[in-house]
Structures are given as structure tokens and as C-alpha cells.
T-cell receptor, first 116, second 113 residues
Framework: GNSVTQMEGPVTLSEEAFLTINCTYT??????LFWYVQYPGEGLQLLLK?????DKGSNKGFEATYRKETTSFHLEKGSVQVSDSAVYFC???????????????FGTGTQLKVEL | ETGVTQSPTHLIKTRGQQVTLRCSSQ?????VSWYQQALGQGPQFIFQ???????GRGNFPPRFSGLQFPNYSSELNVNALELDDSALYLC????????????FGQGTRLTVV
């Protein structure tokens, strides 16, 4: 079955540091890949997505590239801010078969703490 | 345009009881998915409803059941509650037919004692 593995946290960085959160996946077929962010006390928000190999998703300074050869979708940001502190989830979708929407398989999440 | 709303926000139940959680989907969305997020874990897919019919189910026992109404709102019912059912239950709505974005509600925190 489908699975997502992401690096364990917490990851603690100083403001303006470079961020990488590793994510690898196992899936049949050609899944779409996502990064979601969960701020304290809130639901999940889509951060970025990529739907095919070599696509780069980007949003709010975050980027991730869909690498089929390494089955990876690592999240990067060049300069983190305190406001980026949250839990980040990598996820994949097996696509929408027979109607309906994405059925997501999530990783366990990586907590990011950014300090001044 | 209203977002996804879930009720209640918090709930405490006793082992063996039954619980119903509710979700109002975002305006115009016809698909609702439910996820269980245990503490410190990623969300796990429970099931999805598309146009009032179940459209896929994760690895959860039959005591987890659901319903979608004509206005596309949805309920998650859990019978014979167990301590391990304690979790954050998330609802996500989307517009079906393709890889469209799923919008999540803030969740219902269920504690089983």
C-alpha cells in the first residue's frame, strides 16, 4: 500500500536559517504529492503540491520538487521566520478514481520551531 | 464563501458509548473525507463520501460509519467507543472529479475515558 516517511522532529532553527524537511514515499502508479502545515490549534492547510514528476510546488517561500527517481518530495525554504513554526505533513494521493476527491496518505509530521 | 466547520470542537465520552461528529463542507463542495489524527501522528484516512455515497474506506472497523446529506454535510458515527479512539477527527471537503485541493476543518478532539 501507499506510505509516506518524513524526518522526525522537532527541528529547531534560528530565524533566517535554511530549512529542509525530508519526505520519501512508496506508492503504486503516479501519485500527487502535497505538503500540509498545521499551526497550533488549527486544522491542516495546504502549503504546496505537485502532480507529476519533476514538477516544483511553491508557496510562501517554500518549495518542493517531485522526484520520481528517488521517490522524494523534500520541503525547503531559504530563510525561515518565527511565524513558520508549525507541524509540517507530507502527503500523497492515489488520485481521484471514479469521481470523488483526493484520499490522502500522510506522514507522521515534523514539528518545526524557529527561534529568534 | 464559508469554510469547513466541525462540531463539537471537544468531546469527552465513556468507553462503550456512541458518538456522532458533524461536518459542514465548504460551499459548492460535494466530497467529504474523514481522518483520524492520534496524538503525535499524521492523519489516517477513515472514509470519503461523494454525492451521498461512500467512495472509499481506510483500514477502520465497521463501528466507524458515516453519512452524507443532500446539502453535502456529513456525520461520522463511532459505536462501542474504545480508549484508542481518542484522537483529533478531521473533516476535509473538496470538489470531486480530479486532484482538487482538500480544505480541512479545525477538527473535533474526542477523548474516551
Amino acid at each position: 500500500g501507499n506510505s509516506v516517511t518524513q524526518m522526525e522532529g522537532p527541528v529547531t532553527l534560528s530565524e533566517e536559517a535554511f530549512l529542509t524537511i525530508n519526505c520519501t514515499y512508496t506508492a503504486t502508479g503516479y501519485p500527487s504529492l502535497f505538503w500540509y502545515v498545521q499551526y497550533p490549534g488549527e486544522g491542516l492547510q495546504l502549503l504546496l503540491k505537485a502532480t507529476k514528476a519533476d514538477d516544483k510546488g511553491s508557496n510562501k517561500g517554500f518549495e518542493a520538487t517531485y522526484r520520481k527517481e528517488t521517490t522524494s518530495f523534500h520541503l525547503e525554504k531559504g530563510s525561515v521566520q518565527v511565524s513558520d513554526s508549525a507541524v509540517y505533513f507530507c502527503a500523497l494521493s492515489d488520485g481521484a478514481a471514479q469521481g470523488g476527491g483526493n484520499k490522502l496518505t500522510f506522514g507522521t509530521g515534523t514539528q518545526l520551531k524557529v527561534e529568534l | 464563501e464559508t469554510g469547513v466547520t466541525q462540531s463539537p470542537t471537544h468531546l469527552i465520552k465513556t468507553r462503550g458509548q456512541q458518538v456522532t461528529l458533524r461536518c459542514s463542507s465548504q460551499s459548492g463542495h460535494n466530497t467529504v473525507s474523514w481522518y483520524q489524527q492520534a496524538l503525535g501522528q499524521g492523519p489516517q484516512f477513515i472514509f470519503q463520501y461523494y454525492r451521498e455515497e461512500e467512495n472509499g474506506r481506510g483500514n477502520f472497523p465497521p463501528r466507524f460509519s458515516g453519512l452524507q446529506f443532500p446539502n453535502y454535510s456529513s456525520e461520522l458515527n463511532v459505536n462501542a467507543l474504545e480508549l484508542d479512539d481518542s484522537a483529533l477527527y478531521l473533516c476535509a471537503s473538496s470538489l470531486g472529479q480530479g486532484n482538487t485541493e482538500a480544505f480541512f476543518g479545525q477538527g473535533t478532539r474526542l477523548t474516551v475515558v
